[in-house]
């Protein structure tokens, strides 16, 4: 009964949390790409020089590769079920 709580089900709010973080953060690795002075923007550091967009493009591209990666552990640990994965998940991807 207790190793029944350490699941990650499908229908539980910390699944979909869980899911939702690195899909919003891809979403922001995308508008870098796409829009690198709204979003600069929109972070609080305006940046017009066109310069300076291949560190906001080089920026989006980590996001998406890094949090992607991230989103495929996620996946493969939640086939096998296990909360702690989980946890150990997001403890190295902010390391």
Do not use: Q
Request: with cysteine; net charge positive.
């Amino acid at each position: 009964m207790e190793s029944d709580k350490l699941n990650l089900r499908k229908n539980t709010a910390l699944f979909w949390f869980t899911l939702a973080i690195p899909i919003g953060i891809i979403g922001i690795g995308i508008n870098f790409i796409f829009n690198p002075v709204g979003a600069s923007t929109g972070y609080g550091i305006p940046i017009h020089d066109p310069n300076s967009f291949p560190f906001m493009w080089i920026k989006g591209i980590r996001d998406i590769f890094l949090w992607t990666r991230h989103t495929a552990i996620f996946v493969y640990w939640k086939s096998e079920g296990d909360c702690n994965s989980i946890r150990h998940c997001y403890f190295y991807s902010v390391l």
